[in-house]
């Protein structure tokens, strides 16, 4: 019981959209006793065009102090001249990842029934990918130099450190652990980046040896996106870096029923700051402000949101209402955004 104060942050394109549906879901879905206050953050390109402001020092010391963040998306009108790619996406998202310690981006993967796959015989789908939040080639770590000439230099350096590396890796084993099948596949390119290589195979063979249990396979990125479409019930916990675990989960959307159903927590498990919960996708500025956004993965992340919080009924009468909606959807038949949002609603207070 109490109050449970959210950070709410919709941002750009569909991100209000959906943010919406999500709100009215946990409106709903609040367990007896608690109380939501939702404190909105008007965050994102509309901000950043109107002041040049991102993410003001002051409004992330107040983020700081809610008990969890709701984001819809960012990401402004593609070729905008006065929005360059990167500053919402890295002075925003990423930012708010990096200084609230998000190093677990845990992002669940299931073929919910009656959801149709594009693959023809998916087999039974359920996985979770651990993607580390906070280090690899999204660091910053680069730059460059002669830009414009034909001399130019650019450069990302993926960030890996031991502790980073380390920390997601037991969180990832604990994880699989807790799961029937106790399954840890490390996706990374070994072959390649050697040295990166080398820390996350040392620290996945030591940290496993606190989990004996569970069964440790490895696969280098590229086969594993052939295995994710040709088997991807191969899959229980996978544990990637942060590029690496970007692009599987796309792939990992596509193949259970779209990225508009793709949920996903910015998880601080030490709980020294709010973790954050957003959809997969962007703000899909093809289909913004037009009501065609499928909210289900923005309700679904609110579901992650209760879980985190230990409200595990609340959670999972969300996702029943979410696999109750997904089963009676009828193909052919589309609904706006706000009729999807209502009809789960609908179902968790029924
Ligand atoms: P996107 O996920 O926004 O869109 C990819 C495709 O999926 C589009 O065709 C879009 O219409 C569709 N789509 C996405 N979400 C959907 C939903 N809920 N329902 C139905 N269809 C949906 O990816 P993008 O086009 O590569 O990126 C657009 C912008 O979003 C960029 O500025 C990018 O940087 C940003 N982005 C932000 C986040 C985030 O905030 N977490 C994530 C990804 C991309
Ligand atoms: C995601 C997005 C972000 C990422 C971008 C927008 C920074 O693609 O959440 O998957 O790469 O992590
Ligand atoms: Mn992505």
Redo the contacts with the bound molecule.
Sequence with gaps: TGTLKLAVIP?????QE?TAEALKVLEVAAPAGVKFEPTRYDLGAERYLATGEVLPDSVLAEIREHDAIL??????K?GDPNLP?GI??RGL?LRLRFELDHYVNLRPSRIFPGVASPLAAPGEVDFVVVREGTEGPYTGNGGSIRVGTPHEVATEVSLNTAFGVERVVRDAFARAQRRPRKKLTLVHKTNVLVNAGAVWSRLVAEVGREFPDVTVDYLHIDAATIFMTTDPSRFDVIVTDNLFGDIIT?LAAAITG???LAASGNINPDRTAPSMF??????????AGQQ???????ILSASLLLDHLGYADAAAAIETAVIDDLAARTAGTTRRTSEVGDAIAARVGS
């Design positions: 941002g750009d394109g569909i991100g959906v984001l819809g998306a960012v990401g402004g593609p790619p919402l996406e998202l796309d779209g990225i508009g957003e959809p997969v996708h962007g703000s899909a500025p093809d289909i065609k956004a499928d909210p289900t993965a923005a």
